[in-house]
């Protein structure tokens, strides 16, 4: 056969190669929609006229919303909240698009046929159509990373702004309201945020307790008033993003477990869990709902917990979340490779960290998944993936990595791509 036919039928098969690039980010390194892009450049580098569709990825935590804004065409809205210790700051949430199954265009990146939707700017509050989907972190209002390490005490700190981001989310028009619960400042049973929606605690005199409600008031609450929480709750469906299984209370519980790394003394953790204690049975009693060693319930202080008896939430995993919001498994038909990637990959991974998740979600669709990680852990089960490729190794230390990782994240893409096509 004519060496020039050959070569005509393989740049015709290149050309219609779809491939969806789905990573989540490298944390202190890139967003998952840079990295995303980064591996979108190597890939062309091997396949120039490849269809690509870029899709940035999270599980729930850090870069959550910026992921969920960008594969989905979405908008970012910031407002004003307070943060854990009752300062005013801004803070965002994000409205997203819809999932894109087909291909549109990149500018600034030349043969490249896919999409990245990037967010289409910042603005105040505003209605959209019914049926919206809201996406927050609860780290971007309540997070530890706002407050001062010498001032981190979490008998003292609320989730109260966590909750005003929920009503900014309803007042954008959102009916569908996805939280991600990671990085907490907070141990507060998601009480500060509850008096946020409207949820009124009284204390032992029924007088309401004042809002801002922290983990070292817990123990004062003796009633819950619901009568003035806000109405839109009952209509809107939240979804927790939650990767952890503790419960609310005990030696897996909130406060014996993440108290220490939010600045608690020994002392601090007792009175925290005095009080989630004291919480979980007031809710038994005044709502008939047993909240206490529900998997999760213990994720971020409390708050999963505070969630699900003050919001109706449900609590899911958060890989299974983001890909369904994102449309991920639609995107992958017709699609010939996925490559996914995140900072580390390691044992943790297999605990639903993004990376592994894209892979379950590929294998079932029949696509096979390159996985670029910064770095991998050499005893993890390869069969996850067609091929591991991490930043780190052939010469090029962690550092090394870190300072040059667009530029290595497109040099692993279009070596991993080459040995694929092979």
């Known amino acids: 056969m004519p060496m020039k036919f050959l070569a005509g039928r393989q740049k015709e098969k290149q050309r219609q190669m779809k491939i969806v690039i789905a990573p989540d980010s490298f944390k202190g390194s890139l967003s998952a929609a840079k990295v995303a892009a980064a591996l979108a450049g190597g890939v062309l580098q091997v396949v120039p006229d490849a269809c690509i569709d870029l899709c940035p990825m999270a599980d729930g935590g850090e870069g959550t919303v910026d992921a969920m804004v960008a594969a989905t065409n979405g908008r970012l809205i910031t407002t004003d909240v307070f943060d854990p210790l009752?300062?005013?700051?801004?803070?965002?949430?994000?409205?997203?698009?819809?999932?894109?199954?087909?291909?549109?265009?990149?500018?600034?990146?030349?043969?490249?046929?896919?999409?990245?939707?990037?967010?289409?700017?910042?603005?105040?509050?505003?209605?959209?159509?019914?049926?919206?989907?809201a996406v927050i972190e609860m780290a971007s209002a309540s997070g530890l990373g706002l407050i001062p390490t010498e001032k981190r005490d979490p008998l003292r700190t609320t989730t109260f702004g966590t909750g005003q981001l929920i009503l900014a989310a309803l007042d954008a028009g959102a009916r569908k309201i996805i939280v991600g619960i990671g990085g907490s400042g907070t141990v507060d049973g998601g009480c500060g945020c509850a008096q946020a929606m409207g949820v009124v605690f009284t204390d032992r005199q029924n007088k309401a307790i004042v809002c801002g409600l922290a983990g070292g008031g817990l123990t004062d609450i003796e009633g819950i008033d619901l009568s003035d929480r806000d109405p839109r709750l009952a209509e809107v469906r939240v979804r927790v993003a939650c990767d952890v299984a503790n419960p609310l209370t005990g030696p897996d519980g909130a406060a014996m477990v993440y108290g220490p790394q939010k600045g608690a003394t020994p002392e601090m953790v007792r009175r925290l869990e005095a009080g989630l204690v004291h919480l979980a049975g007031t809710i038994r009693r005044e709502m008939a709902m047993d909240i206490e060693k529900v998997p999760g319930a213990g994720a971020a202080g409390g708050l999963g917990a505070g969630l699900v008896a003050f919001a109706g939430a449900t609590l899911e995993s958060g890989i299974e979340i983001v890909a369904e919001a994102v449309g991920l498994a639609g995107r992958l038909s017709g699609a010939k490779l996925c490559i996914t990637g995140e900072g580390k990959l390691d044992a943790q991974s297999l605990s639903g960290k993004a990376a592994v998740g894209v892979a379950q979600i590929a294998r079932q669709a029949n696509v096979p998944v390159l996985c670029i990680p910064g770095q991998a852990e050499p005893d993890l089960p390869q069969a996850i993936f067609h091929a591991v490729r991490p930043l780190v190794g052939d010469g090029i230390a962690v550092r090394a990595a870190m300072l040059q990782t667009e530029p290595l994240l497109r040099r692993r893409a279009a070596e991993a791509v080459r040995e694929f096509l092979l």
């Open 86 to 133: 009752g300062a005013p700051i801004r803070a965002r949430f994000g409205l997203l698009g819809a999932a894109v199954r087909g291909f549109g265009s990149l500018p600034g990146e030349v043969g490249l046929c896919g999409s990245l939707h990037v967010a289409s700017g910042e603005g105040e509050p505003a209605k959209v159509a019914g049926g919206a989907v």
